[in-house]
C-alpha cells in the first residue's frame, strides 16, 4: 500500500515543498513556493535570535500550562488568560474544539479550508455545506444559514477567507452571531490570517467574546510569523470550555519552542507594523499588474495572497504545470470544491519574487513561452 499516496489524497494543502523537490529531482531550497500563504518578512528577526538562545529548552517537557505566551496574548487581546487556549497550529486547537463541542453538524461555507471536513470526519460529524460560490460570484449565504441552522448545530467562517481572499467586518457577522445565538448554534471564526489586517478592531470578533458565550475565535501565528515548520495557534472563547479540554488534551503538543517564539512574536508590534506597509506596496503592485490584464480576473483580497480566475481551465492548468517546471509553485484549487481549475491562489512574496512570477505568468498569456 502507497501510504504516502494515501495521506495526499486525504489532504491537499499548499506549501508541500519537500514533495516538490522529490518530483523535480531538486533540493528544496531551490522551490520558489507561492502555494503557502506565509509572510515573507519573517519569522521575526527576534523570534531566530530568542530561538537559537533557547534551544537548550529541548532537554525538558515543555510548560503544558503554557504561562508565558498566555500572558501575552491576555495583555495583546485584553481577555483573561482563562479564556485562552493555545494548539500545535490552529490545526489542533480547531480539532479540540470541534471534539469537546461535539455540535450536531457542522456547517461549512465552501470553498472552504480541508481542515474543518477532515475534523468533522474524523468526530463524525455530520457536515453540512454551503455554497458561496453561485455562478462564478461571491454571494454570502445569510438567509440559507438561517433557514438550514438548528439548536446544537455549529457554523464555522473563515475571515479572511482562504482562498477567496475577502474579509467581512465585525458589524456584518454580528447580526448573524445574535440571531445563531438565540437558537443554541455554535459560532466559530477563524482568523488564521487577521493578522495581516492592520485595522482589526474593524474585522475581528475577539472583542465580542467577551459578550457572546456561543462564540469561538481561532488565531494562528503559523502564516503572519512565518513558523509553520515549528506551530502555534491559540482559540479564545468560554473559559470553562477551555478548561474542560485542557484537562484531557495531549499538555506537551505545543513545543517550548513554539511558545518562547510566540510569546516574543506577539510583542513584536514592528514587525508587524512593517508587514502591514510592506503588503500595502505590493497589493498596489499586484493591482496594477495582474488586475490590469484582460485575460486575468482577480478577486478582492484583504490579506497575504490572491485568487485569479482564468477564462478556461486549459489556460491555468498550462500556466501551472509551465511554472512547475521552472521550479515556481502556485496553489491549484483541488480540494477547494466548488472552484474549479480556471481558479488559482498566488501567495504574496518578496517584491522580487513577485516580480518574476508576473514576468513568467505575463509571458504565457502573451504567448511567447510554449509549454
Ligand atoms: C483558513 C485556515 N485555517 C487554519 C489553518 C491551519 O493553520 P495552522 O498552520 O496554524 O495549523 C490554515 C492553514 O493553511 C488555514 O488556511
Redesign the pocket.
Known amino acids: 500500500m502507497d501510504a504516502g499516496g494515501d495521506i495526499m489524497n486525504a489532504i491537499d ?3 508541500r515543498i519537500y514533495e516538490y523537490a522529490e518530483k523535480h529531482l531538486v533540493d528544496w531550497t531551490e522551490i520558489e513556493d507561492f502555494s ?2 506565509i509572510n515573507p518578512l519573517g519569522p521575526p528577526q527576534k523570534v531566530l535570535d530568542v530561538l537559537s538562545e533557547s534551544l537548550q529548552q529541548i532537554q525538558h517537557y515543555p510548560d503544558r500550562r503554557h504561562v508565558m505566551v498566555k500572558r501575552v496574548l491576555s495583555m495583546r487581546l485584553s481577555l483573561a488568560e482563562d479564556q485562552i487556549l493555545c ?8 480539532d479540540l474544539l470541534i471534539e469537546t463541542l461535539r455540535p450536531s453538524r457542522l456547517a461549512i461555507l465552501t470553498p472552504a ?1 480541508q ?1 474543518y471536513e477532515q475534523v468533522a470526519r474524523r468526530w463524525g460529524i455530520p457536515l453540512l455545506k454551503i455554497s458561496m460560490i453561485i455562478e462564478d460570484s461571491l454571494v454570502f449565504p445569510m438567509e440559507k444559514l438561517l433557514a438550514d441552522l438548528r439548536p446544537g448545530d455549529g457554523l464555522i467562517i ?1 475571515n479572511p ?2 482562498p477567496l481572499g475577502f474579509a467581512l467586518k465585525a458589524e456584518e457577522l454580528l447580526p448573524l452571531l445574535e440571531l445563531l445565538e438565540t437558537r443554541e448554534v455554535y459560532m466559530i471564526i ?1 482568523e ?2 487577521m493578522d495581516f489586517l492592520p485595522d482589526q478592531t474593524l474585522w475581528s470578533m475577539i472583542p465580542s467574546i467577551k459578550n457572546h458565550r456561543f462564540l469561538y475565535v ?1 488565531r ?4 503572519m510569523y512565518a513558523i ?1 515548520g515549528l ?3 491559540y482559540m479564545v472563547g468560554d473559559a470553562n470550555l477551555v478548561a474542560l479540554i485542557e484537562t484531557k488534551r495531549d499538555g506537551w503538543s505545543v513545543n517550548q519552542l513554539a511558545q518562547t517564539a510566540a510569546s516574543i512574536a506577539y510583542q513584536d508590534k514592528a514587525f508587524d507594523e512593517r508587514t502591514w506597509r510592506f503588503l500595502d506596496i505590493e497589493k498596489h503592485w499586484i493591482s496594477q499588474t495582474w488586475g490590469k490584464h484582460p485575460s486575468v480576473e482577480v478577486l478582492p483580497f484583504h490579506a497575504n495572497f490572491f485568487l485569479v480566475r482564468f477564462s478556461k481551465e486549459r489556460i491555468a492548468t498550462q500556466l501551472l504545470e509551465m511554472l512547475g517546471n521552472k521550479r515556481v509553485y502556485l496553489r491549484g484549487m483541488n480540494g477547494f470544491e466548488p472552484l474549479d481549475n480556471r481558479y488559482l491562489r498566488v501567495a504574496i512574496k518578496h517584491h522580487e519574487q513577485n516580480v518574476k512570477l508576473w514576468n513568467l505568468v505575463e509571458a504565457f498569456l502573451c504567448g511567447s513561452l510554449s509549454t
Open positions: 494543502h499548499g506549501g503557502a500563504n494548539g500545535n497550529g490552529a490545526t489542533e486547537v480547531i479550508f481542515g473563515n477567507h482562504n477563524d488564521s490570517f481561532v494562528s501565528a503559523t502564516k509553520p506551530r502555534f495557534g
